[in-house]
């Protein structure tokens, strides 16, 4: 698997698994109805931030993942980061093998911590992971997410120092 950089032109690979997962509304905090052209505004971000996609031997795209400034200002030595793997391609290390991507990011750009600012917690397979890669729960939202079908459900403030 090769992590690269993402282009404008690899939207058209992102936006099927990206709508996909965006419209299922269960694990995101986007609207569930977001648009092709607002969701690339969202996601692919422009320098110093950065969009990354994962890709197999044949250039088949796995996942993306999106790394920013988490705040602005006295906040900014702080890093952030989102993650989606296309569902078709999923337990295979891929979402694994991009978070670790963008904590050696956030590193290498001199950020002190990762923090995840809603990371519901039903996703049972993104804490686990995440926790697995030293990230803890500082915080919980209660009843921060409307999930589409259990309901109100909390939402998780992650961090990890680096």
């Known amino acids: 698997m090769l992590i690269k950089e993402a282009t404008a032109a690899d939207w ?18 986007f609207p569930p109805d977001l648009g092709e052209e ?23 795209v796995l996942g993306s993942a999106k790394m920013n400034r988490n705040q602005k200002g006295n906040g900014s030595h702080i890093a952030s980061a989102s993650y989606m793997v296309d569902p078709e391609h999923g337990g295979h290390g891929v979402g694994r093998a991009l978070v670790e991507h963008t904590l050696e990011w956030a590193r290498a750009a001199g950020f002190r911590g990762m923090q995840f600012n809603a990371v519901v917690e039903t996703n ?19 009843e921060g997410f409307r999930h589409p ?12 120092a680096l």
């Open 149 to 160: 079908t259990r309901g109100h459900v909390g939402l998780h403030i992650m961090y990890r």
């Open 12 to 29: 058209q690979t992102i936006w099927p698994f990206f709508h996909r997962i965006v419209a299922a509304g269960d694990t995101f905090t």
């Open 38 to 60: 607002e969701g690339r505004d969202w996601w692919l971000l422009s320098p110093p931030d950065r969009t990354v996609i994962a890709v197999d031997d044949a250039g088949t």
């Open 124 to 142: 049972e397979l993104a804490v686990k992971l995440y926790e697995s890669l030293g990230f803890e729960v500082i915080g919980t939202v209660p």
